[in-house]
């Protein structure tokens, strides 16, 4: 006789005259083994049995309250899946710091145990195991066991305790029982679960390397050993666990945090003036942006913590020490990539916490990241650190960007990007690690866009472009425009003045004196070398005032503008390809910028003829005609001061003063004048209806000349893409529902 649990049934034997044992046993039945069963002729003896059956319970279906079991001996769901109506339960990764007790530099999710109130809230999910009796035995029996065990999706992950953590119960300083520190199992008892018993759970990482999906398995073993014997699993319950996805931010979602680092130059000054120009800024901005400084170089020196086994090992790369000595390191936007992740909730609401992705560079402000922005609402997760990956510049964060929301049409239809598409560059000379690659790529939520920056020394797609919010079009895929760096632009613009202001001087700072009725100019220095002339210079053949990288011979005017023109430009044009193939975009989405570059390092390889921009050519000009970035060519900086690499707030866009051509202007009683460059963004700009306004700011010693901008020296803290509101339609205020099942 086979019998269901939890379904009322009866069966009458027939037995034959004599003395009988009766042995009852099976999945989920409290055994029965009487002995001296006297049967002697007809009679009915009615025997009732107890059913005690343990399930395992999550939120599989997402919303803030814990399911009923799973199909027994199933993993429930059958798979990972997203939609309205998804399913598999979604864990928070508990990168953010609630509790200041624990080790400096590490976040709640590096030490064994729930650092809080404030982190049972809102920095761990919840699981269940529950007993159900039906019958009138309440006793459990003492042989019976129960083993929770987490199980890895694929052999090619790591061990799946690497991944996730349960904690022996929803209180504050509840200890580990599963997770890096212990094993991938543990043994609770019938005694400890009694009716029911909930246990805290956080993701340990984010999906990325040797974790793909980002998925594993929950496993609820029930052993009792009078049915299958000792340590083998009599029936039991799994369900499928996915962590939450960590998602990049865009310049659609509303800033309301700015941070700058406090910098020293050279010759002992600091970046004070900049830092107030751009408080002031950012305090005029709506909704007003606060502003907090980072210190590098008071900040305490805090080792970098990666999981090593089932510890956590102090970090340093190949050839770097640990921790990083306190130092000047300006550049914030390269430390850290902006970002959040989100999760549904323990009380029907969904949960998000900023989370910072610490880039795969070395530098004193890692230090005050670990000190001051890990906090209880900044959490920061470090993707590639215990890897043998190489530290390059291309890991920083002014290499990785977002667009806004994007889609691409084809002949087989529209695919939507709601969260928008990460950008970066990855080429021959620079590289971004494969740890930070993958861990972009396993998010599996804004789909990678690989550009070439070779061309440039620095290697940042920050340097080429950015993207501004344009709050007209009706389509929820287009209120942005590109703005790309654009040389020829530049001289076109050069040119258009020449016959009125030839003798107009660029690179240089103007100062109206009162007292002559004139400007008076100050010289703007690159490596110590006065880079300022005229209009008529730049559009002569003289002599242009930085050397040849290679030769450290002199080049003219006349060169550095083909190279730009057809050179520069051109390769900047092949990323705008790449882009257009990517996502529908337009010429009329770009506003190009007027921006002039220069031969900072040469590639010293053998060039190729393909590499010429003109193949016909067999005299290289010394390495003039070759694209920028291939070998036998150049690696740019920016000459002129790099306006695509801005900081983009609310309504506010905080520009470097590029130093264009400076046009008197008497008739102006305010300014007696105007940057040709500056005015001529501010237009393009001023076509976009509610537009952004522009704040230039002159950034030129404090980052300019060490090859960094504004964009590269600051970074923030957005709200949440507000989806919903976007694209009409609630499905979309959250990413798992967002995306299609």
Request: glycine share 10%.
């Amino acid at each position: 006789m086979t019998l269901t649990p939890g379904v009322a049934e009866s069966h009458e034997f027939t037995i034959d005259n004599g003395t009988w044992r009766l042995r009852v046993n099976g999945a989920g039945f409290v055994p029965i083994d009487e002995q001296n069963i006297v049967v002697n002729g007809d009679g009915l003896n009615a025997k009732d049995l107890t059913v005690i059956y343990y399930t395992l319970h999550t939120d599989r279906n997402r919303d803030g309250a814990l399911d009923g079991a799973g199909i027994i001996k199933q993993l429930t769901p059958p798979a990972i899946t997203f939609g309205v109506h998804g399913q598999g339960a979604i864990i928070p990764v508990n990168c953010n710091r609630d509790d200041n007790t624990i080790t400096a530099g590490y976040a709640d999710n590096q030490d064994d145990k729930v650092n809080g109130n404030n982190d049972l809230a809102s920095g761990t999910g919840r699981i269940e195991i529950r007993r159900t009796i039906a019958g009138p035995v309440v006793g459990v029996p003492a042989a019976w066991e129960l083993k929770l065990k987490v199980i890895r999706e694929t052999l090619a992950d790591d061990e799946p305790e690497k991944h996730i953590r349960i904690f022996d119960g929803v209180r504050q300083d509840s200890d580990e029982m599963i997770g890096p520190e212990t094993d991938s199992f543990a043994r609770p008892t019938t005694a400890d679960v009694g009716a029911s018993k909930i246990y805290a759970i956080e993701a340990v990482r984010f999906a990325g390397r040797n974790f793909a999906n980002g998925e594993c398995g929950l496993v609820l073993s029930v052993i009792q050993p009078e049915v299958t014997g000792p340590d083998t699993t009599t029936y039991w319950f799994a369900d499928r666990l996915m962590v939450a996805r960590w998602i990049g931010n865009h310049h659609l979602q509303t800033v309301s945090d700015l941070y700058v680092a406090i910098a020293t130059n050279d010759d002992g000054s600091d970046n004070q003036l900049f830092r107030a120009a751009l408080g002031n800024a950012a305090g005029a901005d709506n909704p007003a942006i606060t502003v907090t400084p980072g210190d590098p170089e008071n900040a305490q020196e805090i080792d970098i913590p990666y999981l090593n086994g089932n510890v956590w090992d102090d970090y340093g790369p190949a050839g770097q020490t640990a921790p990083e000595p306190a130092g000047d390191d300006r550049w914030m936007r390269d430390t850290v990539v902006a970002g959040y992740s989100s999760w549904p909730g323990n009380n029907n609401a969904a949960l998000s916490k900023n989370a910072f992705m610490k880039t795969h560079r070395w530098g004193a402000l890692q230090n005050w990241v670990f000190e001051s922005l890990l906090s209880a609402d900044v959490g920061v997760f470090y993707p590639a650190a215990g890897s043998t990956d190489a530290i390059a510049s291309a890991n920083s964060g002014g290499n990785i960007a977002v667009t806004p929301p994007v889609k691409k049409t084809t002949l087989a239809g529209t695919t939507s990007y709601r969260f928008g598409r990460i950008y970066y560059g990855h080429n021959q000379e620079h590289q971004v690690d494969r740890s930070s690659r993958d861990f972009m790529a396993a998010q599996n939520m804004q789909a990678p866009i690989v550009l070439d920056t070779d061309w440039l020394y620095v290697g940042h797609v920050d340097e080429m472009m950015t993207f501004v919010p344009d709050p007209n079009p009706a389509d929820p895929f287009k209120k942005w425009k590109l703005l790309v760096a654009s040389p020829a632009e530049a001289y076109r613009l050069l040119t258009a003045a020449q016959g009125a202001h030839g003798a107009a001087n660029m690179l240089k700072r103007p100062a109206w004196n009162g007292g002559n009725n004139q400007f008076d100019y100050t010289d703007l220095e690159i490596d110590g070398t006065p880079v300022g002339a005229t209009i008529n210079a730049f559009l002569g053949n003289g002599n242009a005032p930085l050397d040849h990288p290679e030769t450290g011979a002199s080049y003219t005017y006349e060169q550095l503008r083909n190279w730009n023109i057809r050179g520069v430009e051109a390769v900047i044009a092949q990323n705008i390809d790449r882009l257009k193939m990517a996502f529908d975009l337009a010429d009329v989405d770009i506003i190009k910028v007027p921006v002039i570059f220069y031969p900072e390092d040469y590639i010293d390889e053998p060039y190729a003829l393909l590499d010429m921009l003109d193949p016909t050519a067999l005299d290289d000009d010394d390495g003039f005609n070759i694209y920028p970035g291939v070998d036998g060519g150049f690696q740019c900086g920016a000459l002129t001061g790099d306006m695509p690499n801005m900081f983009v707030g609310n309504t506010r866009l905080m520009i470097p003063k590029p130093y264009g051509p400076w046009i008197v202007d008497l008739t102006d009683n305010v300014n007696h004048g105007y940057d040709l460059f500056e005015r001529d963004l501010q237009q393009k700009l001023a076509a976009i209806v509610n537009g952004p306004t522009c704040v230039f700011i002159d950034d030129w010693v404090d980052y300019h000349t060490m090859l960094g901008e504004i964009h590269c020296g600051t970074n923030e803290v957005r709200s949440p893409y507000d989806g919903q509101t976007a694209f009409g339609n609630a499905r979309y205020g959250q990413w798992w529902t967002a995306v299609d099942a």
